[in-house]
Nanobody, 121 residues
Framework: QVQLVESGGGLVQAGGSLRLSCAASGSIVGINSVAWYRQPPGQQRQLVASITGGGSTMYADSVKGRFTISRDNAKNTVYLQMNSLKPEDTAVYSC???????????????WGQGTQVTVSS
């Protein structure tokens, strides 16, 4: 059984910072790529950033230069550092990870429950 738990969301003023965490637990052999998504109110889910098992990263144009994704493989955790936050960053942020579980022949995708980020103007 594998679980992903996000944390670090909250209410912050425009220009502020938050760091989100996505922690994987359970019978894990390894974690391949991990991505952060967000779903603003009334909108579709958007890809924010991703990181491969080797550490290569990609970012949506809207967050380039402000957000940084990183991973700590020893802790099975991926972080999203969000700086210079804007009201339009308000959304539920969720992580999605390709996890290789023990006794599993291949990786499977798992989702966390999401964490709310609200940026006030």
């Amino acid at each position: 059984q594998v679980q992903l738990v996000e944390s670090g969301g909250g209410l912050v003023q425009a220009g502020g910072s938050l760091r989100l965490s996505c922690a994987a637990s359970g019978s894990i052999v390894g974690i391949n790529s991990v991505a952060w998504y967000r779903q603003p109110p009334g909108q579709q889910r958007q890809l924010v950033a991703s990181i491969t098992g080797g550490g290569s990263t990609m970012y949506a144009d809207s967050v380039k230069g402000r957000f940084t994704i990183s991973r700590d493989n020893a802790k099975n955790t991926v972080y999203l550092q969000m700086n210079s936050l804007k009201p339009e960053d308000t959304a539920v942020y969720s992580c999605n990870a390709e996890v290789v579980a023990k006794l599993a022949p291949y990786s499977s995708a798992y989702w966390g429950q999401g964490t709310q980020v609200t940026v006030s103007s």
